[in-house]
């Protein structure tokens, strides 16, 4: 059984969680780590006991020779790195979202296949023992035939809230109700339509986004449909968070830690005895060795790792493969360009550059100012513009 080894690109929050998840598993041996910080590269090195550390990823590759790369950056920086990892013809591990456009998407797959190196997209929800827990409750028919599906954010800025955790979200659909074909979709600004003012660059790179309350509306090939929620609230609540399936016999209510199930598709508020019961995860759940305090999400990302794992021993792609993230961005950009067109969008789409750089008459995200990275700091900004004057949303 080969062990794979595995160097890792960023360790702040998200590349330290996902390092760990590699540290645990039996089949993967962190060999390298990389960062242009070195209190994060130390910090994190000394927690895990990897004294390989670089600063520079081409370097990293050469002297580790690993079979996974993890690249854990900002999401602006996605495209650049990741594209480096599969020249050197390493098996590709990159945070959500895959890219911030949908070019840059579709060349890292065409490289990946010229290159025969595998891409993982880290959706970890979509292999959590949460959601095996919830398939296996829908193909036994425990709540009948799916009917419809809501998935609801954090309560982000909407806009960034889709490019950021509404990727799990779409991940999720896709993996419930199979490939999104038609998209349609309304977004606001300060309670009115967005107009091409309200296009702005996202905090955390995230590309180019617009619209503070976003409604979707998905269909699926299977003929399921679902609305996708992003919408922002006064105050993030992250128990809005999930996907809320309703079924011809009850519901289920998803999200990456926790599922429910009611067996009563129309509960009476009055029926004291309709109550949301936890599914059981059984068996979903892996036996893990003992746990570092430090480790974040550890089940969930060891989980991730393991499909892995799984996905290499097979010679096949990750069950969160590029081609699912890289579809995953297709149905944000379909979401962006039905909000700002008024028109349903079919998919795939032909087009592949930035709808919203197109509804503002703008050829490249370098035309539109630059802004603040942290989601806080851009926030009080975007309330300026708005006229809200730092009020809301934190």
């Known amino acids: 059984m080969k062990t794979y080894r595995v160097a890792v690109l960023g360790c ?6 996902i390092a760990y998840g590699y540290h645990l598993h ?3 041996e962190i060999v390298g780590l990389c960062d242009v910080v070195p209190e994060l590269l130390n910090d994190l090195g000394d927690s895990l006991g990897i ?3 670089f600063t520079d990823l081409d370097k990293m590759v050469s002297q580790t020779r690993p079979d996974i790369v993890v690249v854990a950056t900002g999401t602006e920086y996605h495209y650049g790195l990741a594209r480096r990892v599969l020249e050197h013809g390493c098996n590709l591990d990159v945070e959500k979202p895959m890219c911030p456009f949908l070019s840059e998407a579709d060349d890292l797959i065409q490289l990946a296949e010229r290159n025969r190196c595998r891409i993982a997209v880290h959706h970890q929800g979509r292999t959590a023992p949460t959601f095996k827990a919830v398939k296996s409750a829908l193909e036994k028919g425990e709540i009948g035939s799916i009917r419809f599906i809501e998935a609801s954010g954090k309560g982000y800025y909407g806009g960034y809230g889709l490019m950021n955790i509404g990727t799990h979200l779409i991940n999720a659909l896709l993996g419930i109700a199979g490939r999104c074909k038609r998209v349609s979709a309304y977004a606001q600004t300060g309670n009115l339509p967005v107009t091409p003012k309200d296009v702005i660059r996202s905090a955390q790179g995230m590309g180019v986004i617009a619209g503070e309350k976003i409604t979707a509306l998905l269909e699926f090939e299977t003929g399921i449909t679902a609305v996708l929620l992003q919408h922002r609230f006064d ?5 809005a968070h999930g996907i809320q399936i309703m079924g011809s016999n009850g519901h289920i209510r998803w999200n990456i830690r926790r599922a ?4 009563e598709p129309h509960p009476d508020p009055g029926d004291l005895d309709c109550k949301w019961q936890p599914i059981d995860l059984g068996s979903y759940l892996p036996e893990l ?3 570092p305090p430090e480790a974040k999400r550890p089940v969930e990302e060891y989980a991730y790792v393991d499909e892995y794992v799984s996905a290499l021993d097979e010679e096949r792609d990750h069950t969160c493969s ?3 993230g890289r579809h995953v961005l297709e149905v944000i950009m379909a979401i962006f360009e039905a909000a700002t067109t008024g028109i349903t969008v079919g998919l795939p789409q032909t087009k592949r550059t930035h709808p919203l750089l197109e509804f503002a008459g703008l050829p490249n995200i370098g035309d539109l100012p630059a802004v603040a990275r942290p989601y806080l700091e851009w926030l009080v900004v975007e ?3 708005i006229s809200r004057k730092g009020k809301g949303g934190r």
């Open 12 to 17: 702040r929050a998200r590349g330290s969680s």
């Open 26 to 28: 039996p089949r993967t």
């Open 51 to 53: 004294e390989r550390r």
């Open 235 to 239: 105050k993030i609540n992250s128990m």
């Open 260 to 263: 429910w199930i009611m067996p």
């Open 289 to 291: 060795p003992a746990i």
């Open 322 to 324: 590029g081609d699912e």
């Open 383 to 385: 309330d300026r513009r």
